[in-house]
């Protein structure tokens, strides 16, 4: 059977526009709510990037840590997270979902008892932030024996040489940083510039999906309409910290963005 | 696991960086590996360039202060009446610490690759403090990120960063403490590491950088050695040198020259953090027995529960506040080479008591830590065993702590 996450690339061509994928965190602001917001945006968003809250995560600008701090102080646990994913799979079972994390955290519960349970909860895909290529070999591979895609992450930073290598060992799956970057940064490089750089590397193997994350909001989203896909993140984690600020319903709110998003990207 | 004789420890990891196969390596953001990569092209370069070396010293010598002091301490042997009881000085260093040769370094490197900026974590204030003085030194801007409750209780040190020109950042996350600093840190490089260069202010952090921190604090042992040898005419038979751990960059300096002697005849002794005596928390993870987990892109043993949020510490000492420990320290603990102990808040106050009592010296309450230990242990020890603590800090920036905890009449006026 073909990944949901090629899967949803594929419909996505079809109607000739961009994935578009959205990363909550996992237990934000509660695990139930978490839950809610997934089900409620699965209809606009394409591929769900939920996040493993970590509390040293260095590559996070302020909003993401945000949402990841909140999830953590109401006791979010490993086992809670693929519990919410079950849940929502058997909402809706075709739905791909990544998890998004740091490596600590796959370390301590073990390697292939952390896949184990991603297989079984219906994980499709894994970031992990913090473990680049070459160090990512033997787990990527021992992700493809479970048939899900380990995601690479390229950079701007990332050399020609690199880029090459690190494309030619991929999964069908990867992820552009747009820029130097922690998320949730200012787009500060034109959007112009960024397709610019996303096209240097697509031509490396078109094959390849690649998505483009890192600073995409509402305002910038259409502009980068000709890219695989486009991760929005930290404009979410924003919007759940408005709502809860503003005592409204984060899952509404949410809804409600995404629904935006996806309009400006038909 | 295997030390091996006759190769730098600093150089003994892999292809990947682990030390021991397993300690320390790059787990970074992708973004962090080309600038990484090219810091690792340059210091591999000019640690073997003769030119560099000469320049190097020559800021040691003329700037840094060096050698610092290795004096007796003649009134402690006596009280004690067990071990001579030494100390090698190193807050004689300009700044009056040992992060002032880590500083140096990284500011020198960061000319050579033509950055303008260069951001550093801090503590207890003092990795802050000398990264200004060298930035200022060598014309470079200079941001510091330093944790909220650190700002609030290292005073001096943080006066001492804005007089040089630094900006330093506070950091509200987490523990506000040096964990988050070096988090904040990292995340500032790796949205500006096109222009600014990074100075990781311990061994720790991805593996060149404990490179860096190790090879440079080095210039500790290498004098130590020599004043060894001008006051005992050879290295002595029975030598035990204790020194405090935080992130372990004053430690594994202390020790290096000494690493392929017999631990028979010199042995290591590292002091971590205790933490308050009646809490559970601490700063000791090799003491403790935390396992091995990832904190700023190294493997290494660090405090951490079982999901693998990295656990909040506690100690006096914000220099030895930290949840983990460099690779170069998991190292020498699981080849046996060095031994590690903690001592508690208020152990490390009564020894900065009695230094001071006893002695024109005051100790920062970090080497306050490895004081206790020392003179703990010299009681029971020969008269021909020679005991050499590092004095790695100056106590002026506790003054603070020291009038709360201990009165005024600890504090002096500088
Ligand atoms: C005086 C002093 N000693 C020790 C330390 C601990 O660091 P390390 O273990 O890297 O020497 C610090 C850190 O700030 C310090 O200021």
């Known amino acids: 059977m073909l990944n949901p996450i090629s899967a949803a690339f594929k419909k996505a061509k079809t109607e000739n526009r961009p994935a578009l994928l959205t990363y909550t965190v996992a237990g934000d602001s509660s695990k139930k709510q978490s839950l809610d917001i997934l089900k409620s945006i699965s209809k606009n968003a394409d591929i769900l990037e939920l996040g493993v809250p970590h509390n040293t995560p260095v590559a996070d600008g302020s909003q993401i840590q945000t949402s990841a701090y909140r999830a953590i102080k109401k006791g979010i646990k490993i086992n809670d997270i693929f519990r919410i994913v079950r849940d929502f799979k058997r909402f809706d079972k075709n739905k791909p979902i990544i998890l998004m994390g740091y490596y600590n955290m796959i370390f301590q519960y073990g390697d292939n008892n952390f896949l184990k349970k991603c297989k079984n909860s219906g994980v499709n895909g894994l970031i992990v932030v913090d473990l680049p290529w070459p160090e990512n070999k033997d787990f990527a591979k021992k992700c493809r024996k479970k048939s899900i895609y380990f995601i690479q992450l390229l950079s701007p930073t990332t050399t020609s040489k690199r880029l090459k290598k690190i494309i030619q060992n991929s999964h069908p799956m990867n992820y552009f940083i747009s820029m130097l970057s922690t998320t949730g940064g200012k787009l500060k490089v034109s959007p112009r510039q960024i397709l610019k750089n996303y096209n240097r590397i697509k031509k490396i193997n078109p094959k390849k999906e690649i998505v483009i994350g890192f600073g995409i909001t509402e305002k910038t989203i259409g502009k980068l309409k000709s890219a695989d896909g486009l991760v929005v993140g930290s404009a979410i984690c924003k919007e759940i910290t408005r709502s809860l600020d503003s005592r409204q319903n984060p899952v509404t709110n949410v809804s409600k963005l995404v629904k935006k998003l996806k309009n400006k990207i038909k | 696991m295997k030390l091996i004789k006759g190769i730098p420890v600093i150089d003994q990891g892999n292809q990947l960086g682990f030390w021991g196969g397993k300690f320390g390596g790059n787990f970074v953001p992708e973004t962090l590996k080309k600038p990484i990569e090219d810091l690792e092209i340059l210091f591999n370069k000019l640690k073997k360039d003769k030119k560099f070396i000469t320049e190097r010293d020559r800021y040691f010598e003329n700037w840094v202060g060096a050698p610092t002091r290795f004096i007796k301490l003649e009134n402690l042997t006596n009280y004690i009446g067990g071990a001579q009881i030494w100390s090698k000085v190193v807050s004689d260093a300009n700044g ?199 904190l700023h892109g190294a493997a290494q043993y660090v405090n951490q529960n079982s999901d693998g949020q990295i656990e909040e510490t506690e100690s006096i000492s914000a220099g030895l506040d930290y949840p983990g420990i460099s690779p170069l320290h998991c190292f020498l603990k699981d080849t046996k080479r060095a031994r590690y102990t903690a001592a508690s808040d208020e152990e490390a106050l009564s020894a900065f008591k009695l230094v001071t009592k006893f002695e024109d010296l005051r100790p920062s309450l970090e080497p306050s830590h490895a004081f206790f230990v020392a003179l703990k242990e010299a009681k029971k020890l020969s008269k021909d065993t020679v005991v050499v603590v590092n004095s790695c800090g100056d106590a002026y920036k506790d003054r603070g702590i020291l009038e709360q905890r201990l009165g005024k009449k600890y504090v002096k006026s500088n």
């Open chain 2, 96 to 294: 009056g610490a040992h992060k002032i040769y880590n500083a140096t370094v990284h500011c020198l490197l960061a000319k050579r690759s033509g950055k303008k900026i260069i951001c550093g974590d801090t503590g207890a204030g003092y990795a802050g403090k000398m990264l200004s003085m060298a930035a200022k030194k060598f014309g470079l801007k200079c941001k510091i990120f330093m944790g909220a409750k650190d700002i609030a209780r290292q005073q001096p040190n943080v006066k001492a960063m804005k007089k040089n020109g630094a900006e330093v950042i506070p950091v509200y996350s987490g523990s506000q403490t040096l964990v988050d600093a070096v988090s904040e840190c990292m995340r500032f490089w790796v949205a500006n590491c096109d222009t600014t260069a990074m100075c990781v202010g311990s061994t720790v952090g991805p593996a060149v950088f404990v490179r860096i921190c190790g090879w440079s604090t080095s210039q500790i042992s290498r004098e130590l050695k020599v004043q060894l040898i001008e006051e005992f005419g050879s290295i002595p038979k029975k030598l035990k040198l204790y020194n405090c751990v935080g992130g372990g960059s004053s430690s594994f300096g202390f020790w290096n020259e000494f690493m392929d002697y017999d631990k028979k005849q010199v042995e290591f002794i590292g002091v971590e953090a205790g933490g308050p005596a009646k809490s559970k928390k601490h700063a000791a993870p090799l003491t403790y027995g935390s396992k091995i987990g990832i």
